[in-house]
């Protein structure tokens, strides 16, 4: 897995597998390009610093060890 962080245009890339992209869909700012057998390939997070900000100020408020719903 490889991850990219573009700062000029706000997006942070993460690469799950090598393969070529077929079609991607977009649902609430998050890219997932698939490769022709469906399987996802990269995601793309649009506004990445307003999202990674939220993560951030959930994370800090939870409990330990609990899971975090988004």
Known sequence: MKVRYDREDDVLTIQLAEGVVDHAEE?????????KDDRPLL????????????LNRIAARAPTGEPVQL
């Not at 649902?27 to 490769?35: L, M, N, P, R, T």
């Not at 995601?43 to 939220?54: G, R, V, Y």
């Open 43 to 54: 995601l793309e997070m649009l506004d990445a610093s307003e999202l990674l900000a939220q």
């Open 27 to 35: 649902v609430d700012g998050v890219i997932v390009h698939f490769a």
